[in-house]
C-alpha cells in the first residue's frame, strides 16, 4: 500500500442541528508511518473515524482511495475500527474464545488468530488471562483483550481509537513497540488525546479543534 493515499475532501457532519465535522479536506498517506489524530474532547475524532470504517456516513463531501473506485467497499473488507466504547464480550468465554469471536466477525481465521496471539499476549503481558473468563477482569485487562483483537486482525487500515485508556505505562510503551513493527505491515490511524503518544517517532499528526476543523497537521 506505499504511495497510497486516503483523500478526504470538504468532508461535513451534522447530529442535528449541530455541526460536528465541517469542511473538512485532508490526505492520510499509507506510507509506514503512524498517524496520529489528536485533540480536544468532542472535536470530531472517533466522528471521523467511524466514517473512515464506513459505520457512518459523512452528510457531504467524499473519501477516495488513490488506487480505488469504490472507497465504501473496500474500507469495509480492509478496515478494522476498534471503538474507544467497551463493546460486548461474552463473559462467560475465556479471552482466547472472546478474541476469536471479535476477530471472526471481520473474517480473520482463527489460524492466523492464533498464529499472532501468543507473540502480542507475552508482549502486553497479559499471557495469564487468555485462559480466564471475561468476567473476572479489571478494566485494563478488558482494554487488553480488545487491544489483542484489534492486532490480531488481518486488515490493511487500523484505526484504534483512544486505545491506551485504562493502560498502565509498562503496557502502553510495549503497546508502542508492538506498533512500531505492524506499521511497517499496515497502515495504522490512532485517534488518541494521550500526551505519551507525542514523543513517538515516525508519526504524522493531525490536530482537531472544534468542528472538525485542523489547526496544524504534519510530521
Ligand atoms: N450519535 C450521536 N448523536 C448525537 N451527537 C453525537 C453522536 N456521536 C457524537 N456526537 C457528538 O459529536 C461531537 C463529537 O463527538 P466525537 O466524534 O465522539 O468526538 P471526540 O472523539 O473528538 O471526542 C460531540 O459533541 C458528541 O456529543
Ligand atoms: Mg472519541
Not at 91 to 103: D, H, S, V, W
Request: net charge positive.
Amino acid at each position: 500500500m506505499e504511495g497510497v493515499s486516503l483523500n478526504i475532501y470538504d468532508l461535513g457532519k451534522r447530529y442535528e442541528e449541530k455541526t460536528i465535522i465541517n469542511n473538512l479536506s485532508i490526505t492520510i498517506n499509507f506510507n509506514s508511518k503512524i498517524t496520529l489524530v489528536t485533540g480536544m474532547n468532542g472535536s470530531g475524532k472517533s466522528t471521523l473515524a467511524k466514517m473512515i470504517a464506513g459505520i457512518i456516513l459523512p452528510d457531504k463531501g467524499a473519501l477516495k482511495l488513490s488506487n480505488h473506485t469504490n472507497f465504501s467497499k473496500w474500507t469495509k473488507r480492509n478496515t478494522y475500527y476498534l471503538s474507544s466504547a467497551e463493546r460486548g464480550m461474552f463473559y462467560k468465554l475465556n479471552c482466547r474464545q472472546n478474541i476469536e469471536y471479535l476477530t471472526s466477525l471481520k473474517g480473520t481465521s482463527r489460524k492466523y488468530v492464533l498464529d499472532k496471539l501468543p507473540a502480542y499476549g507475552k508482549k502486553l503481558n497479559c499471557t495469564d488471562i487468555l485462559e480466564m473468563s471475561a468476567e473476572k477482569l479489571s478494566t485494563g485487562q478488558k482494554k487488553k483483550v480488545f487491544i489483542l483483537s484489534a492486532l490480531c486482525i488481518n486488515c490493511q487500515l487500523l484505526l484504534l481509537d483512544e486505545p491506551t485508556n485504562g493502560l498502565d505505562d509498562e503496557s502502553f510503551y510495549a503497546f508502542i513497540e508492538i506498533l512500531a513493527s505492524l506499521r511497517l505491515e499496515k497502515k495504522i490511524v490512532l485517534i488518541s488525546h494521550d500526551k505519551r503518544f507525542l514523543d513517538m517517532p515516525d508519526i504524522e499528526r493531525i490536530i482537531f479543534e472544534k468542528n472538525g476543523e485542523i489547526y496544524w497537521g504534519g510530521c
